[in-house]
């Protein structure tokens, strides 16, 4: 059916379709992002829990390295923010995206509107 189609419609639709993907892309990102969020909240969540002389080790590479409590909850604080910002960020894109979607999707409805009839 796309051979039949005028090229400015088979261009939209492949607009279209390429939306679509960065759409996913978008949504996969935000999910990984949102995990990465509810783990660093539930480690936070730990660290309160634990005297503040406690010993704590994190995670660096392949390495586990002794640290304080203050160090730790700063630096998972810091990642928190920086999460927070990507998925503000990614929120925009989904919307944008989500925008262009609908108008591409009118854009090529209208043209095909009367090709339907």
């Not at 088979?10 to 993907?21: H, R, S």
């Not at 892309?25 to 503040?52: C, G, N, P, V």
């Not at 700063?74 to 990507?86: N, Q």
Request: aromatic fraction near 2%; charged fraction near 30%; glycine fraction near 2%.
């Amino acid at each position: 059916m796309t051979s039949e189609l005028p090229p400015q419609i088979q261009n939209q639709i492949a607009q279209l379709q390429q939306v679509q993907q960065q759409v996913q892309a978008l949504s996969m990102q935000k999910s990984q992002i949102e995990a990465m969020q509810k783990e660093s909240k539930m480690a936070l969540e730990e660290l309160e829990r634990l005297a503040d002389d406690a010993v704590i080790y994190r995670s660096v590479g392949e390495l586990v390295i002794k640290t304080t409590k203050e160090e730790s909850v700063s630096k998972l604080k810091d990642r928190e923010e920086t999460l927070s910002l990507r998925l503000q960020s990614i929120s925009r894109q989904e919307e944008r995206l989500t925008a262009r979607f609908k108008q591409l999707q009118e854009q090529i409805q209208q043209a095909l509107g009367p090709r339907a009839q």
